[in-house]
């Protein structure tokens, strides 16, 4: 699989790491140039300088021929932004962006973006961590 990661933060790093170890062919995109160094030095990943809401850098990155795209800077409008050109402009099958706002996570939820909000799945781990019952000595 073709896949883009839009943010070298330490989630990126790791994701992109893990998909390069599986076989997998990875791109990173990030306006930073030392948030590259997070990624391992002895694994084959693309390192893209820019912005994911460019165009011109999308393409360079080859999202024409990527069969996914994951955005995961620390920016929720970058995000949702990057999200919505790869869907709509590059028509990428498989799109997903990282977003901490509960509400706005909600509202693209709706318009069809795939959407992860660490912010509500973190709440729901408390909650269930702090509802389980005791065990028994």
């Not at 709509?88 to 799109?95: A, D, G, I, T, Y």
């Not at 408390?126 to 028994?136: F, V, Y």
Request: glycine letters at 4%; one cysteine or more; aromatic letters at 6%.
């Amino acid at each position: 699989m073709k896949v883009v990661v839009l943010g070298c933060s330490r989630v990126g790093a790791v994701l992109a790491a893990w998909l390069a170890q599986n076989k997998h062919e990875v791109t990173v995109i990030d306006w930073e140039y030392n948030s590259f160094r997070r990624l391992p030095q002895d694994l084959e990943i693309k390192q893209i300088m820019g912005s994911g809401v460019d165009r011109e850098v999308l393409q360079r990155a080859g999202i024409e021929k990527s069969d996914a795209f994951v955005a995961v800077t620390n920016s929720d409008n970058t995000n949702l932004m990057s999200a919505q050109v790869v869907k709509n402009k590059f028509n990428v099958s498989k799109v997903i962006a990282r977003v901490y706002d509960p509400n706005r996570a909600k509202a693209f939820e709706e318009i069809g973006l795939n959407i992860l909000c660490p912010t509500i799945s973190s709440a729901e781990l408390l909650k269930e961590l702090l509802l389980k019952p005791e065990e028994e000595e």
